[in-house]
């Protein structure tokens, strides 16, 4: 801990006090907002506007502004989920546990977006709506290992112990992810090979890669607004019978 | 009070008890028989088709077999309270219920490998591929198990835990099925399966390792 | 062996709130060896709820245990205790003496060897019969047996009176009472009302 600057540590001390946590998420809501819509309207007039079209796709590609960071965003927000159970579990922060678990809904959006616009693309390049490819078929796990997630917090009733079920699955989750990623890759490698990852010689043109990277600002933006909102609410469920929220409601009458 | 007497004594209990239950033993092996019976019965009997399906016909029925033996893990000593006895044992929750997981594959898994070749020939799968389909059985149905267990462990203390089961335990059998039914695919024609069989070994290690601690952890939270 | 030197178990403004509910809240008491901690309620009042978390199958949601004066987590706590709940924990498959010999397995052995234990609890005799052939009273006096073979200190019973006959209360008051004699500690909920001489009972009511 003691690599970590003081002001930092107060700054997690803080968030981890529910009411604190609630009024500054109501804070600083409207920013991530504007934000989002900024870095949206940008990222897409780039992407659909600006950008050229591609001298063998066409117009098709242009998909990618919405598929690429959505495959992004499915694998980071289930890091992040991990990365919250796992702190819920070791310290028992409860907000750690909420964080964790309003995540997995919005990352199983998200999953199930980038399978969507997937298929969609390959449906001019591949002529067929679905192909076994390597990576649509990882991202189909993916989703099914977040709806098993969600599920199992639906099945347990008492939502500390949910939460405690839900950050051991992720933590067992985020092992095999890079196996079964490894695995289904080695199944099968016809989809053609990562293109922006390359940072050193991108072979995607400057002009389509801006867009992309704003479009997938955009998206970690709006991760944080729709999963802080469920947090939120959440936390106001958990929380229902604590002295800052009967404050709360008596204030607002 | 050892850890190595426990270990073992655990291990002997419950083989002596799946030795008096016997259903144990017999309903995931005639479910496994039964499922690959209904793939010629389905598809027909063509011997190059079944001939080409057939590593992934058993090996997806090991898969179903392994999950629909799964519940009788933790279930009855869920019930009667022994798993609670067990985690208040001073020794490590995670060695004990890696007995538990061991002597529920000698009891489970153990038995596909018996009955493999047999439905081998059902499916005409060539001679030479045996060896190569019985040496997947035998390192991956401990996978199985092993990840098995951890599905089985965070959903004992549910009413109804059987759907959620799957579907917490399917999808992290994906890379044991890719290996081993392309290993013994390979062998039927031929080629050399080196590679698949020493990274279905690295699981079986790496499972054999890491899977007890999750498992340990996710009973102390169904007993609450 | 059970050890005369002095335990403590103390529980520091534990609260439990299950539903929505709260069960207890700041409850607090201190158990040193030769004492008995009685704890009465209504159902539902939160009597198995506290033993749970004494065992550690339930987090408090607020306030600590201590075993000898260290959280139990890093002390011998778990080495030093037993507990016989509403589940008995018994094999119905297993023999009586293959049930003891696994709870003698997971454990250390205490006092008495697992014949004698028998012999104390009026199953002497039975060492090779299947637990299911035995009545609901027999299987509660063998969950008791395994009280005494195993090493501890502290006990925590969960209702120990329950289907139980007259001679069989008797019993386990006599064990009580021994158990607290050599040093031991008990900790237990019961709708009975107990008759111990010579032993000092604390009790708290939970509703």
Redesign the interface.
């Known amino acids: 801990m003691f690599l970590i600057p003081d002001p930092v540590v107060r700054f997690f001390h803080r968030m981890a006090s529910p009411p604190h946590f609630y009024s500054f998420t109501e804070r600083l809501m409207p920013w991530l907002v504007v934000i989002f819509l900024l870095l949206t309207a940008a990222g897409l007039y780039g992407g659909l506007y600006l950008a050229p079209a591609d001298y063998q796709q066409g117009d098709s590609y242009r998909i990618i502004y919405i598929h690429v960071p959505s495959a992004w965003m499915s694998l980071f927000i289930y890091m992040v989920m991990a990365v919250a159970g796992g702190i819920g579990l070791v310290w028992r922060i409860k907000l750690a546990e909420i964080v964790a678990i309003s995540s997995a809904p919005v990352g199983a959006s998200f999953t199930f977006i980038a399978l969507v616009t997937g298929s969609l693309w390959g449906k001019p390049m591949w002529g067929t709506w679905w192909v076994w490819d390597a990576r649509l078929t990882s991202e189909l796990i993916l989703l099914f290992l977040y709806l098993g997630v969600i599920g199992l917090y639906g099945a347990i009733d008492d939502k500390r112990t949910a939460s405690r079920a839900v950050a051991i699955l992720a933590l067992v989750g985020v092992v095999n992810i890079p196996i079964i990623h490894y695995s289904v890759e080695w199944w099968n490698t016809l989809h053609q090979g990562p293109t922006v990852t390359k940072m050193d010689k991108p072979s995607i043109h400057v002009s389509m890669l801006i867009p992309l990277l704003l479009m997938a600002i955009s998206f970690k933006f709006y991760y944080l607004i729709a999963m802080l909102q469920r947090a939120r609410t959440e936390l106001l469920l958990r929380e229902r019978n604590a002295q800052w929220v009967k404050n709360m409601i008596s204030e607002s009458k | 009070?050892s850890l190595s007497?426990?270990f073992f004594?655990?291990i002997r209990?419950d083989l002596?008890?799946a030795l008096?239950?016997r259903s144990e033993i017999a309903n995931p092996l005639l479910f496994f028989i039964l499922v690959i019976t209904l793939f010629p019965l389905g598809i027909g009997a063509q011997p190059h088709l079944l001939q080409a399906i057939a590593p992934g016909i058993i090996w997806v029925s090991a898969l179903l077999a392994a999950m629909l033996s799964l519940d009788s893990l933790f279930r009855?000593d869920f019930?009667?309270?022994?798993l609670?006895?067990?985690?208040?044992?001073?020794?490590p929750a995670s060695v004990?219920v890696l007995a538990k997981i061991i002597a529920h594959w000698l009891v489970t898994g153990l038995p596909l490998l018996i009955v493999a070749p047999l439905l081998a020939v059902f499916l005409g799968m060539p001679n030479h591929s045996l060896g190569i389909l019985l040496l997947t059985l035998l390192l991956g149905t401990p996978v199985l198990s092993l990840i098995g267990a951890?599905g089985v462990a965070?959903?004992v203390?549910?009413r109804?835990?059987g759907m959620?089961l799957s579907?917490?335990v399917?999808?992290?059998y994906?890379?044991v099925l890719?290996?081993a039914g392309?290993a013994v695919q390979m062998a039927s024609g031929g080629l050399p399966v080196d590679a698949q069989i020493n990274i279905l070994i690295s699981?079986l290690l790496m499972a054999l390792v890491?899977a007890p601690l999750?498992v340990a952890?996710?009973l102390?939270?169904?007993?609450? | 062996m059970q050890t005369k030197s002095t335990h403590s178990l103390e529980g520091k403004s534990l609260s439990c709130i299950r539903d929505d509910r709260v069960l207890f809240e700041k409850l607090a008491f201190e158990l040193v060896s030769g004492q008995i901690l009685l704890l009465e309620g209504k159902n539902g009042s939160g009597k198995t709820s506290l033993l749970r978390i004494l065992c550690g199958f339930r987090e408090p949601d607020a306030g600590d245990i201590l075993w000898c004066g260290d959280a139990v987590k890093d002390s011998q706590f778990y080495a030093q205790m037993a507990y016989v709940g509403h589940l008995d924990g018994i094999k119905k498959e297993l023999t009586v003496l293959e049930n003891l010999k696994m709870s003698l397995a997971l454990s250390s052995p205490g006092q008495y060897s697992i014949h004698e234990a028998l012999a104390k609890v009026h199953l002497a005799g039975y060492d090779d019969v299947l637990v299911q052939a035995l009545s609901a009273g027999q299987k509660r006096r063998l969950s008791l047996a395994r009280l005494l073979i195993t090493e501890n200190v502290l006990w925590v019973l969960d209702e120990p009176f329950t289907s139980l006959d007259k001679q069989g209360i008797a019993l386990i008051e006599t064990l009580m009472t021994e158990h607290c004699a050599n040093g031991g500690m008990i900790v237990l909920t019961s709708h009975h009302d107990i008759a111990l001489h010579d032993v000092d009972v604390q009790r708290i009511n939970l509703s």
Do not use: W, Y
Not at chain 2, 84 to 91: A, F, G, K, T, V
Not at chain 2, 220 to 224: A, V, W
């Open positions: 009070m007497h426990a004594a655990v209990r002596v008890l008096r239950r009855s019930d009667d309270g022994s609670e006895q067990m985690l208040l044992s001073p020794h004990l951890i965070l959903t203390g549910l109804r835990g959620i579907l917490l399917l999808p992290l994906v890379p890719i290996f392309n699981i890491l999750p952890a996710a102390k939270m169904s007993i609450n």
